[in-house]
């Protein structure tokens, strides 16, 4: 049959009102076409699949008290949900300053602004680490206000070709930019176990990381590939197969996530980075600059409040939040992903 003659591919039919597939959920991953679809996901407390659904978004947005005309930066662009609520404020004055490492994602949240109405004259959009915040003060100048969401993005926990999630099967990477650095699976080829295990335990508080080290090290010292995700969560269970039955399921669950976690963090420098950020973020900051910054993992927090405290201390912060702010329970029971949200802040001194 000649290419003429040949009949069209039919769709992938959109199977129920919950496809499990990430690629058959083709509804919810093109949203200017389905609206109702997307609310309808949205109302049921979920995330549309390619979507990311910005946390915190009005108590962040009152506290930058952004006016037109300012000079910001949103130090992890992701999906654009805080930027596009910042844009607004500026209307169309000013500038803000956008970065992230996700090459894959960089370019759908540029174009998605632009169909928004916020081009190049509204918004500078480069591909950097936020570690480098020094770099985009030098063509900026002093920020009057900064925003770093520490968290991964929806879209790329939910894409299994990016093998952040235990839950899908997928090549274990874990990396923000696949295009840099060495991914999870190699990364556990070149550890001994004495340092898998310190990564569990540091990086995620991990009570079974002597066992779980073990049982990789194990594995791969007699021959296994461990280089998909359910690859690493077999092993995790096989590890945890001394607890009762009836604990099992949950813990080999919390284990999971707690080594995923671990892994990305060492993956992506996450803490060495958060450090260079917070570490030259007074000298970015304009006199009376505002910064908020929502982390989601403990060690992050900590880094956090003791930059924030250390810095109030030598009287360069003015003053910084007396205590973390939590999502609400009406915006944790709609999008349960914003459950381990923690957001501080803190203001520069004007001299």
Request: net charge neutral; hydrophobic share 35%.
């Amino acid at each position: 049959m000649d290419e003429q003659n040949q009949k069209p591919k039919r769709r992938v039919r959109y199977t129920g009102t919950h496809p499990k597939g990430f690629k058959e959920k083709y509804k919810e991953l093109q949203p200017e076409k389905y609206a109702e679809d997307i609310d309808k996901v949205k109302q049921q407390g979920r995330t549309p699949a390619g979507m990311h659904r910005s946390i915190l978004v009005d108590e962040i947005i009152e506290f930058l008290q952004i006016k037109p005309g300012q000079i910001g930066l949103d130090a992890t662009l992701g999906y654009g949900g805080h930027s596009l609520e910042m844009l607004k404020c500026l209307n169309h004055t000013g500038m803000l300053y956008a970065i992230d490492v996700d090459p894959f994602e960089l370019p759908k949240t540029r174009e998605r602004l632009e169909n928004l109405g916020y081009g190049a004259d509204a918004i500078t959009i480069k591909k950097r680490n936020f570690g480098d915040i020094d770099q985009i003060v030098a063509e900026s100048g002093p920020l009057n206000f900064a925003l770093a969401d520490l968290g991964v993005s929806s879209m790329q926990i939910d894409n299994p070709d990016r093998g952040f999630s235990f839950k899908i099967e997928g090549p274990l990477d874990l990396r923000l930019n696949p295009k840099s650095g060495k991914s999870a699976a190699t990364l556990l080829t070149l550890l001994s176990e004495s340092q898998l295990e310190e990564i569990f335990a540091v990086n995620s508080d991990d009570p079974y990381a002597d066992r779980i080290a073990y049982e990789i090290i194990y594995n791969l010292e007699n021959g296994m590939q461990i280089t998909t995700t359910t690859h690493l969560k077999e092993i995790i269970s096989d590890a945890l197969q001394f607890i009762p039955a009836n604990q099992q399921k949950e813990e080999i669950k919390k284990a999971c996530q707690r080594c995923f976690q671990a892994l990305r963090i060492e993956v992506n420098d996450e803490f060495g980075v958060l450090n260079k950020f917070l570490a030259k973020l007074p000298d970015a900051l304009a006199p009376g600059g505002r910064v908020a910054i929502l982390s989601f993992h403990s060690g992050e927090d900590r880094r956090v409040k003791k930059s924030f405290q250390a810095l109030l201390n030598a009287g360069i912060y003015s003053e910084i939040a007396s205590e973390v702010i939590r999502p609400s329970a009406e915006e944790s029971n709609t999008n349960p992903r914003a459950r381990s949200a923690k957001f501080r802040w803190a203001v520069k001194g004007l001299v």
